[in-house]
């Protein structure tokens, strides 16, 4: 902490000829890691720390109320490989994804194309598409709760079933998350679209490109940093989903939607009280998660080349 | 260049994103029953919320709170964070800036299982002020981010006319180049208080004392509260009471939030 006083003393001698070339070459180290000390230290205690110590945990037999009890590796990861609802909780968090990030960039692409150009109407559609966004996820979920339950749903009288099955409630949450991310998603990629210079279509508008033909020869492949971006974002964050199934279906029915980030929750606090097989999964979670990435880079530059 | 039918078209997709918003604040404040708002219309249910448990007061206080220190701890480190990386050079500076964008690839889960062993160790069980020293370190990977930007598309010879002038880095910060990164300010600010506000998991994991909950938290009880029976009254005005502040600052800041994208993913 003391190396916060430091560019305040600075300021005070900055003499018009301070010092020697040496020191002046020092001072600027000093003075820059004291600004960075504060993002140092955050960094230092609530992230780097808590890494190290999911590592250990994970090899650790550790309770929730317990504590640490010493090592066990590999037990924990055998348990949670073995555990009945993992397998399961794998397939349906991949199934998920793939179904999100598809029809989730899908449409966001389709609504930044028609709000690209700037009026009054599509500024309207603009806020009117980022407004869910505006909510929190859990607050999101929350409200599709209400909407979908029988006893207050709007929609009582088409007679369905929102969460009943394993496969309305899989769709029901997709909806949910259209919903909230699809406005998030349109703007990145407007982002995107307006980097596009005029000069590019109208060159295309010259060569005779028709309208299909310029959208796919020239908007999506200079779409494709963008489009990148935007599919890492959604696998990440589908890969992820916990907030939805939580408060929308709970894992069911019959553990049907169950997440993996539920199962480490559950694990956890949720009846399991253990730690360690929590940790172990977070880590599986973590290892996967990178590798998805790893791949989603490879793959997306790959094609560039 | 909108005809008739895509009008229509476009509308109705428009509609169909506004709906649930309307739906819910239309459904809390009209007649259901299982509700307080049996016959008529009118705030019964808000009476619910207002009156549950430790009191909608006690959670709108505990939310406030921790989006208040979320957004001033965010501001502060990232506004020195980002001076260092964009205007110093000091060793190991690509590194802790690697390292703080690296949080983004961790899932929260991951973190917050050990965080929740290290807060108890730090006495910080339970409390508020854990929970915002978390929500801040998720949010600086973005924070930092933004900021560095900020600081990169200000002028050089601005900063150098104020050190030419007598200014210290401190006051050069604080005189010419506060004013000059605003706008990337205002969207970390924003982008905090709404990660804030509306984050769930973090406080489901950390918070288990119920007078200390935040109100997405609450709310999402409050609905299990009666075995089997669901109060969806009080649940509609429970989002309402949520999600209001949040869709009323996005419609007020909506332009720094657009153009501080922009900005950002472009640069980037």
Redo the contacts between chains.
């Keep these: 902490m003391t190396l916060t006083t430091v560019?305040?003393r600075?300021?005070?001698d900055?003499r018009?000829a301070a010092g020697t070339p040496a020191r002046r070459r020092r001072r600027?180290?000093?003075?820059?890691?004291?600004?960075?000390?504060?993002?140092?230290l955050?960094?230092l205690i609530?992230?780097?720390?808590?890494?190290l110590?999911?590592g250990r945990?994970s090899v650790s037999d550790w309770g929730l109320f317990a504590g640490n009890r010493g090592l066990n590796a590999p037990e924990n990861f055998i348990d949670v490989a073995e555990y009945r609802l993992f397998w399961p909780a794998v397939w349906f968090t991949v199934k998920y994804t793939v179904l999100t990030t598809v029809i989730l960039l899908g449409l966001a692409l389709l609504?930044a194309l028609?709000v690209q150009?700037s009026?009054r109407?599509t500024g309207?559609?603009?806020?009117?598409?980022?407004?869910?966004?505006?909510?929190?996820?859990?607050?999101a979920s929350?409200?599709?709760?209400?909407?979908y339950?029988p006893?207050?749903s709007?929609f009582g009288f088409l007679g369905v079933s929102f969460l009943g099955t394993p496969t309305a409630a899989l769709w029901s949450t997709v909806v949910l998350i259209v919903?909230r991310f699809?406005?998030f998603y349109m703007?990145?990629l407007l982002?995107?679209l307006?980097?596009i210079s005029a000069d590019v279509y109208e060159a295309a508008r010259l060569d005779g490109a028709g309208r299909w033909q310029t959208f796919r020869y020239v908007t999506l492949p200079l779409l494709r940093s963008?489009i990148a971006?935007c599919t890492i974002l959604c696998v990440t964050g589908s890969m992820?989903g916990?907030?939805q199934f939580?408060?929308l279906t709970k894992g069911g029915p019959d553990n049907s939607t169950l997440t993996i980030?539920q199962l480490?929750?559950n694990f956890?606090?949720f009846g399991g009280n253990n730690?360690g097989r929590?940790?172990a999964l977070?880590?599986m979670?973590?290892a996967a998660?990178?590798i998805a990435?790893v791949l989603q880079f490879r793959g997306l530059r790959g094609k560039e080349g | 260049m909108f005809r008739t039918p895509q009008k229509v078209f476009t509308g109705g997709l428009a509609l169909l994103f506004l709906f649930p918003l309307v739906w819910a604040s239309v459904a809390s404040v009209s007649p259901q029953a299982g509700s307080a708002q049996t016959g008529g219309w009118g705030f019964g249910n808000y009476r619910t919320l207002a009156a549950y448990q430790a009191g909608i007061g006690q959670y709108l206080l505990n939310s406030t709170a921790v989006s208040l220190m979320t957004v001033t701890f965010t501001l502060i480190v990232s506004l020195l964070g980002g001076y260092a990386f964009a205007q110093f050079r000091f060793p190991g500076r690509d590194l802790l800036f690697l390292v703080t964008l690296a949080i983004l690839m961790v899932p929260y889960a991951t973190l917050l299982i050990p965080l929740y062993v290290l807060l108890n160790q730090l006495g910080l069980q339970d409390s508020l002020l854990g929970l915002a020293l978390v929500l801040t370190m998720f949010q600086l990977p973005f924070a930092t981010f933004m900021m560095r930007i900020s600081f990169e598309a200000v002028p050089k010879d601005l900063a150098e006319s104020a050190q030419v002038d007598g200014c210290g880095s401190l006051r050069t910060l604080r005189h010419v180049l506060v004013p000059a990164v605003k706008p990337g300010l205002i969207t970390v600010g924003l982008f905090a208080f709404l990660a804030a506000w509306n984050d769930f998991i973090t406080p489901l994991v950390l918070i288990s004392d119920s007078a200390k909950m935040p109100l997405p938290l609450a709310v999402a009880n409050m609905r299990q509260q009666v075995m089997g029976i669901v109060d969806y009254g009080a649940t509609e005005a429970g989002v309402v009471v949520l999600a209001l502040p949040c869709v009323v600052l996005f419609l007020a800041l909506q332009r720094h939030y657009v153009r501080g994208f922009m900005s950002g993913a472009l640069k980037g």
């Design positions: 560019p305040e600075s300021g005070l900055s018009p600027p180290g000093l003075t820059g890691w004291a600004y960075a000390a504060p993002t140092a955050f960094v609530f992230f780097v720390t808590p890494i110590l999911v945990m609504m028609i150009e009026s109407w309207f559609l603009r806020t009117s598409f980022l407004v869910p966004s505006a909510l929190g996820l859990a607050s929350l409200l599709f709760y209400a909407l339950s006893q207050s709007p919903w699809a406005g703007l990145l982002v995107g307006q980097g963008s971006l992820l916990f907030d939580y408060l980030v480490i929750y956890a606090f730690l929590a940790a977070s880590i979670v973590l998660l990178l990435n």
